[in-house]
């Protein structure tokens, strides 16, 4: 058993290394009227420890302008990753800043034949683009000993996931000779954890400096966002939602979404909040007042407030907002509907958002490597990977991006939130934004940005067009004029 176990090892090894070898690939794209010729490269890089011994093998996919050397030298680069912890990078890869988007609807929904087009939005036209799948997403693996196992804790947890992509960056930005290029790192959900620690691992670790980190549905990276804040946060996102499936008095439904969402957000900071403070000593008539008012702006009804003591879940919003319709709503786009089997309980039985995303990006991402980039490989490409057990602890992922932004003048930072996400809240994204820095020194080095979608607000067509007109006006004015001195 143990030879047999070892010889399946080898040919794991020799699998990995094989793809080391990258496989490139010529193609064009239209953007904004300009014709674009790149080339793709799919391919692994080694992950090595200490001595020397490949540990892992990290798949990217990198799309390059054709330019000559010096061009190719300076151009800016941008790293991509998504979150998880345990999903590969193919959602903002083939739905938001490639050269090639999903073919779904223009709301984002799943239609058939499956597959993939020509995306005329891709910010390709402003910097060369990498997307990186971490151990055990997409065909990214570690390298297994001759019992079948490896050392889980040099990659799943908050800090050996940060400490190990950045030792992979610095040795393909190397390898790519991409060193005098402006920088930038994008990350999605959990991946906006991973690159706000990158922001500080980079610089102080290996002494890469970037321009600019964008979030995309941030986490709350590492604040601490609990009791009645944490309450009082939600309401925001119940109002978005309420407002997209016409839950409302026409007074609010006659009125613009950000309009009526900046009155939402008054009342939550000075009226909600405090009264939630008060706990179980709050007076019981102004009780009453906040379960009507939360009501009217949550579109469910009062007494579910009132019988949850003002704290109502996002689960059973998920469940509530649309049960006289027959149907629950998406968590992380609420735009999507699902269909449980009993009206009754306090908890949606299927997240309706997720099963219709991977219907339609599963066998896309798989089509496209294999027919359009050539990449042939017997890996399964996991859309998710097992990635437990997570080590969550000493999450400072937050302060760490404020810390490198205070190092570097010349790092800003860009937060892309849906209205519809129920997971990663636009109000707690701008919370996040706003207790990053106590001191409030830096924010003008943020920009803060909302679409009426959800966690993938590129999926509706409409918001990918501009969000990555947002990520391109971004990016220009990240770099500085050249000769400009970088200090405060």
């Known amino acids: 058993m143990k030879k047999v176990l070892l010889l399946v090892a080898l040919v794991s090894l020799t699998s990995l290394t094989a793809q080391n070898n990258p496989v490139t690939t010529q193609h064009s794209v239209n953007v904004n009227g300009q014709n674009i010729k790149y ?65 779904i609807s223009d709301e984002g929904f799943p239609v058939q034949p499956f597959g993939y087009k020509t995306n005329p939005h891709s910010v390709l036209d402003v910097a060369d683009i990498v997307y990186v799948n971490p151990v055990n997403t997409g065909y990214s693996r570690p390298v297994r000993d001759e019992d079948g196992k490896f050392d889980k804790s040099k990659f799943f947890g908050v800090n050996e996931d940060v400490n190990y992509l950045a030792q992979w960056l610095n040795q393909f930005v190397t390898k790519k000779d991409k060193w005098l290029a402006p920088k930038f790192l994008i990350g999605e959900s959990y991946g906006t954890a991973r690159v706000s620690g990158l922001a500080s691992a980079l610089q102080n670790q290996h002494w890469m400096y970037l ?32 407002w997209y499936h016409d839950k409302l008095d026409q007074k609010y439904l006659d009125m613009p979404i950000l309009d009526y969402l900046d009155q939402v957000e008054d009342f939550t900071i000075n009226k ?38 003002l704290s109502v879940s996002y689960n059973l919003f998920w469940k509530s907002i649309k049960k006289e319709d027959g149907f629950t709503v998406g968590r992380l786009d609420s735009r999507y509907l699902g269909l449980d089997e009993r009206a009754a309980g306090e908890r949606p039985d299927y997240n309706a958002e997720l099963t219709s995303w991977l219907q339609a990006f599963t066998p896309a991402i798989n089509a496209y490597y294999k027919n359009e980039l050539n990449y042939d490989t017997d890996l399964k490409y996991n859309m998710f990977g097992s990635v437990y057990p997570w080590n969550r602890k000493n999450n400072r992922t937050g302060k ?82 050249d000769g400009k001195p970088i200090k405060y």
Not at 282 to 301: F, H, P, R
């Open 211 to 242: 321009n600019g980190v964008i979030l995309v549905s941030p986490t709350d990276l590492g604040l601490d966002i609990s009791g009645p804040v944490e309450v009082a946060n939600r309401l925001p996102y119940f109002a978005a939602a309420a």
């Open 400 to 481: 760490q991006l404020r810390q490198a932004m205070a190092q570097n003048p010349s790092l800003n930072v860009m937060i892309q939130s849906g209205l519809y996400d129920g997971a990663t809240t636009y109000f707690n994204a701008k919370y996040v934004m706003r207790h990053i820095d106590a001191s409030g020194r830096l924010q003008d080095r943020f920009d803060f940005k909302t679409y009426e979608s959800g966690h993938m607000m590129y999926l509706r067509k409409a918001d990918l067009e501009t969000a990555n007109n947002d990520i391109r006006e971004f990016i220009l004015k990240s770099i500085p004029e």
């Open 39 to 103: 080339i793709a490269e799919v391919g692994t890089l080694p992950l090595k420890n200490e001595v020397e011994k490949e540990i892992a093998s990290i798949q990217y996919t990198y799309y390059k302008k054709s330019n000559s050397k010096k061009e190719t030298q300076e151009r800016p680069l941008l790293v991509s990753f998504n979150g998880g912890p345990g999903s590969g990078s193919v959602w903002m890869h083939l739905a938001y800043t490639g050269p090639r988007v999903l073919k």
């Open 272 to 309: 909600l909040t405090p009264a939630l403070l008060k706990g179980g000593f709050l007076e019981e008539n102004i009780k009453e007042n906040m379960a009507q008012k939360m009501s009217e702006y949550a579109g469910i009804d009062k007494n579910i407030f009132v019988e949850n003591n």
